[in-house]
């Protein structure tokens, strides 16, 4: 339909131009249609600095994640997430090589400086005869977020850029304390669909987690539900 429209106004460009252009520079159209719109490619003459979307916050998916850092050459990870921002959890479940494991975050319990989050998993490893419950205080990979939390953290665009999974997604980057660097990576209805961080600290830890499957919306709270404390 992009194409379409760009045929007509080559054809009828003296008489209904600017209705056409206007359609074609309309984000709500081109995002409607799945497109980005001129107005987010770098190069284009129709290019206005975009203002950070709002995004669905609240939302279960299936995810997969590739970690490392200094230490660790490779900590791949593939399973199922919520994230509920209304109740300040997000439960990871994932598999890896070697363990199986649910991993639940509660971000209303932290340290006194904040910087900690609870984290308790319960995880077979080397086998599936026999659980193992651990709770303990980490920085967490995940965060719970509103909805406007881009413009919150004064998100910069950095234009479109090809996910090999999604195609075209838009990029909008931020950093987070003195070291860490956040970019969120959205479809073209700005669904949030992969982000990645990179910790330029001793440790060079960089994650890349990518969400498919993904449904919106509230989280049952019994899922967060565990006996591991
Ligand atoms: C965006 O939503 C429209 C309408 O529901 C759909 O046709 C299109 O495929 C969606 N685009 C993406 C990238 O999911
Ligand atoms: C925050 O507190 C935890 C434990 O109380 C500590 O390990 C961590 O280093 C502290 N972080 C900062 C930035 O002070
Ligand atoms: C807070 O988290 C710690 C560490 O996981 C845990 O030991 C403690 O029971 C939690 N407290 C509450 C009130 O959930
Ligand atoms: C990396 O691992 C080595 C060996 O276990 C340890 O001595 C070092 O402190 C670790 N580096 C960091 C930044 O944690
Ligand atoms: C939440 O999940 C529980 C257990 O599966 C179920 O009994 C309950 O109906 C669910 N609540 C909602 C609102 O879907």
Not at 12 to 18: F, K
Not at 103 to 118: C, E, K, Q, R
Not at 156 to 162: E, R
Request: with cysteine; glycine share 6%; hydrophobic share 40%.
């Amino acid at each position: 339909m992009y194409f379409l429209c760009a045929q007509i106004v080559v054809s009828l460009t003296l008489l209904s131009g600017r209705v056409c252009l206007a359609q074609d520079t309309s984000s709500n159209v081109a995002s409607a249609l799945g497109f980005f719109p001129a107005s987010q490619r770098f190069y284009s003459s129709g290019f206005v600095s975009p203002t950070p979307p709002t995004i669905q916050s609240e939302f279960r998916a299936n995810y997969m994640q590739h970690k490392f850092d200094a230490n660790i050459s490779d900590h791949i990870v593939s399973g199922f997430i919520y994230v509920s921002p209304s109740q300040k959890k997000v439960r990871a479940d994932g598999a890896g090589d070697g363990f199986l494991e649910a991993s639940i975050f509660d971000f209303a319990n932290t340290t006194a400086n904040g910087t900690l989050v609870a984290n308790s998993i319960v995880s077979f490893a080397s086998g599936v005869t026999t659980p193992t419950c651990s709770s303990f205080f980490v920085a967490p990979f995940v965060e719970v977020f509103p909805d406007d939390f881009l413009a919150q953290s004064n998100a910069v665009f950095a234009g479109i850029q090809l996910d090999e999974l999604y195609g075209e997604v838009s990029a909008w980057t931020f950093s987070q304390g003195s070291s860490l660097q956040v970019t969120f990576f959205l479809d073209s209805n700005d669904t949030f669909v992969r982000y990645d961080f990179a910790a330029s600290d001793s440790l060079r830890t960089f994650a890349t987690t990518r969400f498919f499957n993904i449904i919106p919306g509230p989280v049952n709270g019994t899922v967060f539900e565990t006996s591991c404390t």
